[in-house]
């Protein structure tokens, strides 16, 4: 797909807000300060698209984007993040919570993880629901020009070994820094929305 138009329409902070015109979206969901916005203007080809920052928790609401006036791409505030107070972490719980398993327009979820570190519980936790209320998941592990090369093959098999019960896909290396698998993802996120 060809990025012809972006634009940032909204940010939502319950679901009353949400879009009412029904386009078909992808929501990109994972920890805090994983990458996710930075992600998402590494696809979309803009820098400063979606808000990035190195203090955790930047992204609070839901995040929506526009594409070429066809599709949502959906920023959804980052979890685990320690700092957050309890009431916080459960107002995140019961939004996004809802969000995932009700929204009609939403087409399939990019789960992101850090190639690093794996997948935490709560990723696990994510994943796990996901695959029972049967939304479609793709799941990436970014961050991956901070491995070398042999380290980022050893790293990718551990994950792919932990994380295959969960998942229907390939997990796609990432990095918003070189650019390493936009293509494979923007494929994915297009048979997502093409559904
Ligand atoms: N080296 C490297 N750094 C990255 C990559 N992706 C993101 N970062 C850095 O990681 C930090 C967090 O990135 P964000 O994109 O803001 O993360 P986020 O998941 O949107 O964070 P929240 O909105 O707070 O949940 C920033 O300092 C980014 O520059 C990557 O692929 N490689
Ligand atoms: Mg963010």
């Not at 049967?134 to 070398?148: G, I, N, Q, W």
Request: glycine share 6%; charged share 25%; aromatic share 8%.
């Amino acid at each position: 797909m060809k990025i012809t138009h972006v634009e940032f329409v909204k940010s939502v902070a319950g679901l009353d807000q949400l879009p009412t015109d029904r386009l078909n979206e992808v929501a990109f969901a994972g920890r805090s300060n994983v990458g996710k916005s930075s992600l998402i203007n590494c696809i979309l080809n803009r820098k400063k698209m979606a808000k990035t920052s190195s203090t955790p928790g930047k992204t609070r609401h839901l995040n929506y984007f526009l594409i070429n006036n066809k599709y949502y791409f959906v920023d959804l505030p980052g979890y685990g993040y320690a700092k957050v107070s309890k009431s916080e972490k459960e107002h995140w719980q019961r939004l996004i919570g809802q969000y995932l398993l009700s929204s009609e327009n939403l087409k399939g979820v990019v789960s992101i993880i850090d190639v690093r570190h794996g997948a935490s519980v709560l990723d696990m936790q994510l994943l796990e629901w996901l695959k029972e209320i049967k939304r479609p998941v793709c799941l990436v592990a970014t961050k991956t020009d901070k491995l070398s090369k042999s380290a980022l093959l050893n790293q990718l098999k551990k994950l792919t070994r932990e994380l295959t019960p969960l998942i229907a896909r390939e997990i796609i290396p990432f990095s918003s820094v070189n650019g390493m698998g936009k293509k494979m993802l923007m494929r994915e996120i297009l048979t997502f929305l093409e559904q």
